[in-house]
C-alpha cells in the first residue's frame, strides 16, 4: 500500500539545522510531487510548500523561504526538508504529503516528525 | 492569497446526530477542495476529495458538497470515532491554503 515514513523526532538547539526524512512506499516516487505541511502546537496545519519530484523544482510558500530547503533522493525514493537557522518557534509538528494536485492531492500522509528548538 | 473561512470552529454534537462544517473561499474554487480528519495525536487523514468523493475506506455517513465558493462536510449521525479536528483545503490556487479547522466533540 501507499504509505510515507517520516523520521523521528528530534531536539535542537537554537542556530542549529535539521533535516526530516519522508521514506515513500507503494508507488512510482517520481509520480507525485511531495508537500510538506506544518502544525506548532495546539494550531492547525500551514502549507508550507512541494516539490516536484520530476524537474526538482521546489515552491516555497510565503514565510517559508530562505531558511527552508526541500530535496529529495529518488534511488531511495525519499523526500527531505531541511531547516536551518532554527528558532524556538520552529518548534512543531512536519509533515510530508503527497501530491499537490488532482485526485490524488494529499491523499498520503506522513506519521509526523516533531521538531523541538529548544535551550 | 485564497482565504478559507470554515465554521463553525467549535463543533459540540450529540451521539448518533448529524454535524456539518462550512468552508468559504475568497474566491471560487470550481470543485478543487479537500476535507480532512485529523484525530487526537494522529496525522491527518483525507476524507473527500474534489468537493464530493469519498475517500476508500471512509465510512458513508461522511459526504461533502459544494462548487464555487462553498462547501460543506456532513457527518450524517456522528459516532464516538468522529471526534477530533475537520480541516478543509483548496487545491485550485497558488499557495495551498487549509481552513482554520473545527473541532468536533461529544456533548
Known amino acids: 500500500q501507499v504509505q510515507l515514513v517520516q523520521s523521528g523526532s528530534e531536539l535542537k538547539k537554537p542556530g542549529a539545522s535539521v533535516k526530516v526524512s519522508c521514506k515513500a512506499s507503494g508507488y512510482i516516487f517520481t509520480s507525485s510531487g511531495m508537500n510538506w505541511v506544518r502544525q506548532a502546537p495546539g494550531q492547525g496545519l500551514e502549507w508550507m510548500g512541494w516539490i516536484n519530484t520530476v524537474t526538482g523544482n521546489p515552491t516555497y510558500a510565503q514565510g517559508f523561504t530562505g531558511r527552508f530547503v526541500f530535496s529529495f533522493d529518488t534511488s531511495v525514493s525519499t523526500a527531505y526538508l531541511q531547516i536551518s537557522s532554527l528558532k524556538a518557534d520552529d518548534t512543531a509538528v512536519y509533515y510530508c504529503a503527497r501530491s499537490v494536485s488532482g485526485v490524488d492531492a494529499f491523499d498520503v500522509w506522513g506519521q509526523g516528525t516533531m521538531v523541538t528548538v529548544s535551550s | 492569497d485564497v482565504v478559507i473561512t470554515q465554521s463553525p470552529r467549535s463543533l459540540p454534537v450529540t451521539l448518533g446526530q448529524p454535524a456539518s462544517i462550512s468552508c468559504r473561499s475568497s474566491?471560487?474554487?470550481?470543485?478543487?477542495l479537500n476535507w480532512f480528519q485529523q484525530r487526537p495525536g494522529q496525522s491527518p487523514r483525507r476524507l473527500i476529495y474534489?468537493?464530493?468523493n469519498r475517500d476508500s475506506g471512509v465510512p458513508a455517513r461522511f459526504s461533502g458538497s459544494g462548487s464555487g465558493t462553498d462547501f460543506t462536510l456532513t457527518i450524517s449521525r456522528v459516532e464516538a470515532e468522529d471526534v477530533g479536528v475537520y480541516y478543509c483545503l483548496q487545491a485550485a490556487h497558488w499557495p495551498r491554503t487549509f481552513g482554520q479547522g473545527t473541532k468536533v466533540e461529544i456533548k
Open positions: 474566491q471560487s474554487l470550481v470543485y478543487d
Open positions: 474534489k468537493a464530493s
